[in-house]
């Protein structure tokens, strides 16, 4: 397994890796009809951009199989109006094909996307859907929910959970002294 930075070359494969994510994490918690409309072409017209446009305080980095395929993958950066208060950094995303899940690779893109400290900021958030199964990979990496908030996502109203890392020290593993 190998973790690296994104190109917009990989933009198609990340689209697959988010829209199979979403229908297998979210069957049942959202309609059916909005999982089916979910688009590989759309997918793939926002990664391109996103990667391409995305700055230097953002980054997207895959997770690819030892065959070179992209399974998995996690983007970031500052952290948007809703983290901003607490928060210096955000995980805007986080999917692994299932097939590649509890394996160690979600710890592994999450170790990965705590480069946002490398970059000065020290603290994390990332929210996660009430009901996506992953709510307790993000409390075994040390994530504490920090705070609730509704929305809605195919005209069904849902929760988000917003898990933080106040110090990333304990993600990353690295100590004070390096």
């Known amino acids: 397994m190998r973790i690296r930075k994104a190109v917009v070359a ?40 996103w990667i391409r446009d995305g700055g230097e305080d953002r980054f997207v980095l895959v997770a690819e199989d030892p065959a070179g395929s992209i399974v998995g993958f996690v983007s970031g950066g500052p952290a948007t109006a809703d983290g901003a208060t607490c928060h210096q950094g955000e995980v805007y995303a986080i999917y692994l094909l299932a097939e590649h899940q509890r ?31 992953a709510q307790h990979f993000y ?20 929760e988000e959970i917003a898990y933080h890392w106040p110090d990333l020290a304990p993600l990353t593993g690295l100590t004070a002294d390096g």
């Open 10 to 49: 990989d933009a198609a494969a990340i689209a697959r890796v988010h829209v199979d994510s979403w229908r297998t994490t979210y069957r049942g918690i959202l309609p059916d009809a909005y999982l089916a409309a979910l688009s590989y072409e759309r997918g793939e017209a926002h990664w391109t951009s």
């Open 103 to 133: 394996r160690g690779m979600g710890t592994l893109l999450m170790r990965a996307a705590a480069e946002l400290q490398a970059r000065g900021m020290e603290s994390l958030l990332v929210w996660v859907l009430a009901g996506n199964p």
């Open 139 to 158: 409390q075994a990496l040390g994530g504490r929910e920090h705070r609730r908030k509704a929305t809605e996502r195919g005209a069904v109203p849902v």
